[in-house]
């Protein structure tokens, strides 16, 4: 079983209420299970300034995550990202795994609520407007294009993240010891 995430950001017109959800989630997880030949489900995130998200069905494959305190934790054991405008695309792509925007109410959103930092549509980010450019993204998506769609991301944001920081701190204070232990 394969785990999709569906984390939108909130609306400003929405704040502090519930907020019904833009991406069409059991046509994805159809289009997935017909394109892959897997199960998957989808684990749905509101955000916390949301009171809920209305997915608008009961389907058994999707798992309301809202209440889980950590999102880090969910973001390791998702296969899939589909957010809009949120920054955990920008943290998922450190996973190097497929991460999409949906932005089926671009328009809306930029006149009604935020404008955003950077140009999305100049960046690499994976970017659809209807589902059936999502569903094209993902059918073009395999796991290589993913990882190099990813480390473009880490590119545009400057990130400079390695998976190994911790070693190299260790590595750091291990010969400042020897350092100070051959002074002393």
């Known amino acids: 079983m394969k785990l999709l995430m569906y984390a939108p950001t909130y609306r400003d017109m929405r704040m502090w209420q519930r907020q019904d959800a833009v991406l069409d989630v059991p046509r994805t997880l159809?289009?997935?299970?017909?394109?892959t030949g897997e199960r998957w489900r989808c684990l749905y995130r509101a955000h916390y300034m949301n009171t809920e998200l209305v997915m608008?069905?009961?389907?058994?494959?999707?798992?309301?995550?809202?209440?889980?305190?950590e999102m880090t934790e969910l973001l390791l054991i998702t296969d899939m990202l589909i957010t809009d405008y949120s920054s955990c695309g920008g943290d998922f792509a450190l996973l190097r795994r497929p991460v999409f925007l949906y932005h089926a109410d671009a328009e809306e959103?930029?006149?009604?609520?935020?404008?955003?930092?950077?140009?999305i549509e100049k960046s690499p980010f994976l970017v659809a407007?209807?589902?059936?450019?999502?569903?094209?993204?993902?059918?073009?998506?395999?796991?290589?294009?993913?990882?190099e769609n990813c480390?473009?991301?880490?590119?545009?944001?400057?990130?400079?993240?390695?998976?190994?920081a911790a070693d190299a701190v260790c590595d750091y204070i291990i010969a400042r010891l020897g350092d100070h232990r051959r002074e002393g």
Do not use: K, N, W
Request: with cysteine.
């Open 109 to 119: 959103y930029l006149r009604e609520c935020r404008s955003f930092y950077f140009d």
């Open 30 to 35: 159809d289009h997935l299970e017909r394109t």
């Open 56 to 69: 608008g069905t009961d389907d058994a494959r999707l798992m309301d995550v809202s209440g889980y305190p």
């Open 151 to 164: 480390e473009a991301l880490d590119r545009f944001f400057g990130t400079t993240e390695t998976g190994h």
């Open 129 to 147: 407007h209807s589902p059936q450019e999502l569903e094209r993204l993902i059918d073009e998506t395999d796991a290589q294009r993913a990882r």
